[in-house]
């Protein structure tokens, strides 16, 4: 079952903020999220496991609802280098010995000056 | 630090050729995954392995077939190539601690394979 993103493209200024949303019809065990830019590979960004943790990576943060099945990723002060395509990746809680992470179809993330 | 290797890096083929996309994980890594991208579209995940034994398949069509060796490489093999099959083929690594998806996955830079 593919997770949905939305919204499916953004622009932003440099410093302004985002939220890009990912949720599943699903019950999760983990949430991943990659940046992948044009004709490069995905580029792991941090992981999230079910308990409802927030992390957070330079000014790039995640929460996981486990209840809602939900993730967000926050993007605080934008900067030019955050331009790209964002992909949620989840798996299901099939429990140990799961190997398959479903992406979301990506959020498209512009930066201008 | 040693990254994920795939070869070729680009690939044209004819309709109907074969062709073999080899991954060679990071060191100690002992999962490696598949994936196919198209232009425009999110990765689809074709299959999987870890040590050495096929644990997942995706939306892979049967003329598609892989395997993982003892040295962890893995390589994808296609036949009967289609237009259709023209994408990015990228490969995951990672250190699978039992299997699932709770580390890190690295890729590889992908192959881009054309088929005319």
């Known amino acids: 079952q593919q997770p949905v993103q939305s919204p499916q493209a953004v622009i932003l200024r440099e410093g302004e903020d985002a939220v890009i949303n990912c949720s599943s019809s699903k019950a999760l065990y983990s949430v991943h999220w990659y940046r992948q830019k044009h004709g490069e590979a995905p580029v792991f960004l941090m992981i999230l496991l079910k308990g409802g943790e927030q992390k957070g990576h330079d000014k790039i943060s995640a929460s996981f609802n486990e209840k809602k099945q939900q993730s967000s990723l926050y993007l605080t002060a934008s900067q030019l280098s955050y331009s790209g395509t964002y992909f949620c990746g989840t798996e299901k809680s099939s429990g140990a010995g799961s190997y398959q992470l479903t992406f979301g179809k990506g959020t498209k993330l512009s930066v201008i000056p | 630090a040693a990254g994920v290797i795939q070869s070729p890096r680009h690939l044209i083929k004819e309709k109907r050729e074969t062709a073999t996309l080899k991954c060679y994980p990071i060191?100690?890594?002992?999962?490696v995954y598949w994936y196919q991208q198209g232009p425009g579209q999110d990765p689809q995940f074709l299959i999987s392995f870890y040590e050495k034994m096929q644990s997942d398949k995706g939306s892979i069509p049967d003329r598609f077939s892989a395997q993982q060796f003892s040295d962890y490489h893995s390589e994808l093999n296609m036949s009967s190539l289609e237009l259709g099959d023209s994408a990015l083929y990228f490969c995951?690594?990672?250190?699978?601690?039992?299997?699932?998806?709770?580390?890190?996955?690295?890729f590889g830079q992908g192959t881009r394979l054309t088929v005319v």
């Open positions: 995951a690594s990672s250190s699978g601690q039992g299997g699932s998806w709770n580390t890190e996955a690295f």
């Open positions: 060191p100690r890594h002992d999962t």
